[in-house]
C-alpha cells in the first residue's frame, strides 16, 4: 500500500443496533502490526462512535464518514479511518469501505512538507537578501565609493578629470545630483 494506508478492509455491520461487524474484505501495509481478518469474521463495533457513523452511511444520512481516534482500541495506534458506503446496483448499501492510516504515519508525512517548506523559505529569503545587497551595493555605495574617491583625489590635486562623475553614475536621484556637483 504506496499510499501509506495502514488498513483496508471492507465490513458489513448488523444493521439491527450496528453493534456488530462481520469482515468481507481485508489487507495490510506489510510494515504495521495489525491482523488480517478472514470473511466473514465477526466482531464487536469498537465503540458507539464508529456505530453511529456506520448507521449515518447505511441509512444515508452520510456519503462518507471519518474518524479521528487519538487512542489506540484493540491492537491500533492512534489513527484515523474513512469511510464509504458501498451499494449495489439497485443503490442499497451492502457494506462499507474502510481505509485506516495511522497518525505517526501522516505526522511523519507532515513533518517532511514542513521541512521541505522551511528549506524552500530559507533558500529564498537568502536569495531576496543576497539580490537586495547587489542592488543597494550597485544602486548606492558604488556611486557614493565613486564620489569619495573623486573627491578625495580633487582635494589632492585641485584638477579636474577629461571624464565627469555623471558619465560613470548615471542616475538622476540624489546621489546623481551629488555627482554632477562635485
Known amino acids: 500500500m504506496e499510499n ?3 488498513f483496508i478492509y471492507v465490513i458489513e455491520p448488523d444493521r439491527t443496533d450496528y453493534g456488530q461487524i462481520r469482515f468481507l474484505f481485508s489487507t495490510i501495509n506489510r510494515n504495521s502490526n495489525y491482523s488480517l481478518y478472514d470473511f466473514g469474521y ?3 463495533t469498537t465503540n458507539d462512535e464508529y456505530r453511529e457513523k456506520y448507521r449515518a452511511l447505511y ?3 452520510s456519503s462518507q464518514e471519518l474518524v479521528v481516534r487519538d487512542k489506540g482500541y484493540i491492537e491500533t495506534d492512534s489513527h484515523i479511518t474513512a469511510m464509504i458506503p458501498l451499494k449495489d446496483s439497485g443503490g442499497a448499501v451492502v457494506g462499507i469501505l474502510c481505509v485506516q492510516q495511522q497518525l505517526d ?3 511523519r ?3 517532511t ?3 521541505q517548506v522551511f528549506v524552500a523559505f530559507i533558500v529564498l529569503a537568502l536569495l531576496v537578501v543576497v539580490g537586495q545587497s547587489l542592488y543597494l551595493h550597485r544602486a548606492l555605495l ?3 565609493r565613486l564620489i569619495s574617491d573623486e573627491a578625495t583625489r580633487f582635494s589632492r590635486e585641485s584638477v579636474t578629470t577629461v571624464k565627469k562623475l555623471q558619465e560613470t553614475i548615471r542616475s538622476h536621484d540624489e546621489i546623481g545630483q551629488l555627482a554632477a556637483s562635485i
Open 109 to 111: 508525512a507532515r513533518n
Open 113 to 115: 512538507y514542513l521541512r
Open 59 to 61: 441509512e444515508g444520512a
Open 42 to 44: 465477526l466482531r464487536q
Open 142 to 144: 558604488r556611486p557614493l
Open 4 to 6: 501509506g494506508a495502514t
Open 105 to 107: 504515519t501522516m505526522f
